[in-house]
């Protein structure tokens, strides 16, 4: 009788554990590990420098501004990966939305401008035909997923060689220069932190309050069951990725813009620690999984990281090990996660 009470009382607090868990925010568990990382950094930084990591305002503007290039680049990646895909041209289309943008931002002092009698423009003509260059590359991803059953992986490994490629023709490995204040502008103080964040804002809602979010998800938990329930499946995908493109070209906009420059060697690496944001706040490589504001939480995380070990000083070889290590682990929990689902 005494077993039967305490197994009753075991499940009552089960169940109230339970209905505790499922009140909390759906992110709260990655954002207790950013909020352990920052403090372990903070701990090690009065250990080993005997200075404060989290009270120095230019190191977390740093954190922050290295951050919003990876998040709006993650943003899109998030939903590729919700639909099952992957994304590995990010890095080399921001390389080439930048150098495209930045050769049109040039103004009269430059001494050899890409375009003489295009100099001193708009700055919305830079902007637009960046992010425009990024659209198109994402379309040519999505279409040749849908159309010719090429895998995702394939298909995006080719752009980023070809995108990489095209960026150090158009330059001649060159960097351009010389640009105009009004361009620059957009990737000056907060601007970056406040482009990211609208970024995130609008797709968070598309994805949680609109038909395309419903239909994303639903193509990642069963691309089968989505074509039989009459959803456009292709058109979607392609969707999908022409969005992905555009924000990488928007993230390489906002880099030349940043940094005064257009190079064809910005973003390398970036597809890497945009997939590793969205797969550490919570997005399933198996698909039909992913918030955007896991991501932003998973951006920070990575931003911390990587500035936390350089201030302790850790050799940035050893970072890229590390950082490694974390991807693998991210996937490897996804994988055991998604295992005990079945």
């Known amino acids: 009788m005494s077993d039967v009470k305490m197994n009753s009382q075991q499940l009552s607090k ?30 090690a930084g009065w250990y080993v420098r005997d200075q404060s990591f989290l009270l120095n305002p230019n190191r977390l503007v740093l954190i922050v501004l290295q951050v919003a290039i990876i998040g709006i680049i993650a943003v899109g ?34 001494l050899s401008p890409m375009f003489p009698s295009l100099v001193n ?15 198109l590359c994402g379309l040519v991803n999505g279409v040749l997923i849908t159309r010719t059953g090429i895998p995702p992986f394939i298909a995006t490994l080719g752009m980023m060689v070809s ?42 809602i598309a994805l949680k309050h609109t ?36 924000l990488s070209g928007l993230a390489g906009v906002v880099l030349a813009a940043r940094v005064s420059s257009g190079q064809s060697s910005m973003g390398v690496s970036y597809e890497l620690d945009a997939i590793a944001a969205a797969v550490i706040g919570g997005s ?33 070889y050893v970072q890229d090990i590390i950082k490694g290590i974390i991807i693998v682990s991210a996937v490897a929990v996804d994988m055991y996660r998604n295992r005990n689902k079945r």
């Open 121 to 135: 423009m708009p700055a919305v003509v830079p902007i637009v035909a960046g992010i425009g260059v990024g659209l």
């Open 284 to 316: 399933s490589l198996m698909g039909g999984v992913g918030r955007i504001t896991g991501t932003l939480i998973g951006a920070v995380i990575l931003g911390l990281i990587k500035s936390g070990f350089t201030f302790v000083g850790v050799d940035a």
């Open 163 to 204: 995108a990489r490629g095209l960026a150090q023709y158009y330059t001649q490995g060159n960097p351009v220069s010389f640009l105009s204040d009004s361009f620059t502008s957009i990737g000056q103080g907060a601007m970056p932190v406040i482009i990211f964040l609208i970024v995130a804002v609008i797709f968070h």
């Open 77 to 110: 990646v998030t939903q590729v990966i919700i639909t099952t895909g992957i994304d590995l041209s990010s890095g080399s289309i921001i390389a080439l939305t930048a150098v495209v943008a930045a050769s049109l931002a040039q103004t009269s002092d430059s």
């Open 14 to 43: 089960a169940s109230r554990f339970s209905s505790l868990k499922g009140k909390m925010p759906k992110d709260t568990g990655i954002f207790i590990v950013m909020v352990a990382i920052a403090l372990i950094f903070e701990i």
């Open 211 to 246: 038909r395309y979010g419903k239909y994303v998800y639903a193509i990642g938990g069963n691309m089968t069951s989505a074509k039989v329930s009459g959803i456009k499946v292709n058109k979607y995908l392609v969707i999908v990725y022409t969005i992905a493109g555009g």
